[in-house]
């Protein structure tokens, strides 16, 4: 079955940078659009990056871009997001997730278990 | 962006109650919606999509409807397990945006 694991996240202090990791499995990975979706503790989703199955095409949150980079290795089945220039409201749990199609993007039929990022002096 | 409203916020409700649950579009958004649901501490779990379709393993209490810019969900015979935090979700354009959650707790 289909398999999300996040990793990399961390206590970072206001300025910093972090790198998560998103390893797929049960799956074809390089057929599929990715997602990053975060949820602040006792609060709603928010949207955070996309990229293509092929990496060609890469959408992001007016909130994060500019400081925040998707990115895959499909030989590796792995998903990123190099994360810079951190903020205090960036302090949030990160969920990768998988498009439900191959041709429809934004429809998240799986998710990973989060990893908790805290920005924090 | 496309602004997704949800109502009620919260619901109180009791076992093997039908529930409702609205989610309005800022514009037309065909029948490009999705439905998660989450419980405390674990990732979403998409329950329907193009407003109506339900996800294959979802029991079929479930359903949705609606197109444009008015969208229900709908549980009928609510179920202890049904007690959770439910988002809508539009895909019609980028960003992809979240209704702010209905929480459906005991009453």
């Known amino acids: 079955q289909v398999q999300l694991v996040e990793s990399g996240g961390g206590v970072v202090q206001p300025g910093g940078s972090l790198r998560l990791s998103c390893e797929a499995s049960g799956f074809s990975f390089s057929d599929y659009g990715m997602h990053w979706v975060r949820q602040a503790p006792g609060k709603g989703l928010e949207w955070v990056a996309f990229i293509r199955y092929d990496g060609s095409n890469k959408y992001y949150a007016d909130s994060v871009k500019g400081r925040f980079t998707v990115s895959r290795d499909n030989s590796k089945n792995t998903l990123y997001l190099q994360m810079s220039s951190l903020r205090a409201e960036d302090t949030t749990i990160y969920y990768c997730?998988?498009?439900?199609?191959?041709?429809?993007?934004?429809?998240?039929?799986?998710w990973g278990q989060g990893t908790l990022v805290t920005v924090s002096s | 962006d496309i602004q997704m409203t949800q109502s009620p916020s919260t619901l109180s409700a009791s076992v093997r109650d039908r529930v409702t649950i609205t989610c309005r579009a800022s514009q037309n958004i065909n029948n490009w919606l999705a439905w998660y649901q989450q419980k405390p501490g674990k990732a979403p779990k998409l329950l329907i999509y193009k407003a109506s379709n339900l996800e294959s393993g979802v029991p079929s209490r479930f359903s949705g409807s609606g197109s444009g810019t008015e969208f229900t969900l709908t549980i009928t015979s609510l179920q202890p397990d049904d007690f959770a935090t439910y988002y809508c979700?539009?895909?019609?354009?980028?960003?992809?945006?979240f209704g702010q959650g209905t929480k459906v707790e005991i009453k």
């Open positions: 997730a998988k498009d439900q199609s191959i041709t429809v993007f934004g429809v998240f039929d799986s």
């Open positions: 979700q539009q895909y019609n354009s980028y960003p992809w945006t």
